[in-house]
Structures are given as C-alpha cells and as structure tokens.
Nanobody
C-alpha cells in the first residue's frame, strides 16, 4: 500500500531553519514526480517545490526561492525540504505528494494523486 509520512515540522523563530522529511513506503520514489505543498488557514493549497525526477527539473514558488531546497534521498526512499530563513508567512501545514512522471516539475496540486497527512510548521517569535 502506497504511503507517505511527513515529519520535522514544529515551532521556529523567524530566521530559523527546519528540515521536513517525507518517507515513502509501498513504492519507489525514484519512479515518481514529488512535491511539497502547503496550506495556511483560510488559503488554498499551494505548491512550494516540485521535482520531476532525481536528475530533472526542479521548481520553486517565488516566495521560497533561495530559502528552500527540495532533495531526494533515494537510497532511503525519502524526500526532504530544507527550509532556511523562515518567515511568519511560511506558517502552514506542509504536505508531500507524488504524481506520475508526466507531471515533471509542474507544482499543481491537482496533478498529484497521493498525499501524506501533513506536518505543521509555525514561524513565530
């Protein structure tokens, strides 16, 4: 059974860092496009960063470029999101998701079929 489990969220002060992890089971991440999304209260879910393959294109939302980095730990079937210089506006529930390779790095939630349960990230002093 395909399963995604996020971890690594928490409370951090502005300017701090967190690394989110998404562990996959029941399938091999290397065969899928992967993405990190977030949803703040009262807002729609938005794409943060997506990767089409381990050696392919990566996209970042303009709001996180230069601060966030997506990576694959294929040997451990895990995807990471390193978040630096966090801002209060980064506060949201963060989700990882996988989609078919045809999605490539298009960070559109509707293109991703399988989702984790989410992990809360709160940036506050």
């Amino acid at each position: 059974q395909l399963q995604l489990v996020e971890s690594g969220g928490g409370l951090v002060q502005p300017g701090g860092s967190l690394r989110l992890s998404c562990a996959a089971s029941g399938f091999t991440l290397d065969n899928y496009a992967i993405g990190w999304f977030r949803q703040a209260p009262g807002k729609e879910r938005e794409g943060v960063s997506c990767s089409g393959s381990s050696a392919g294109r990566i996209n970042y939302a303009d709001s996180v470029k230069g601060r966030f980095t997506i990576s694959r730990g294929n040997a451990k079937n895990t995807v990471y999101l390193q978040m630096n210089s966090l801002k209060p506006e980064d506060t949201a529930i963060y989700y990882c998701a996988v989609g078919p390779m045809t999605v490539q790095a298009m960070c559109v939630p509707a293109f991703f079929a399988s989702w984790g349960q989410g992990t809360q990230v709160t940036v506050s002093s």
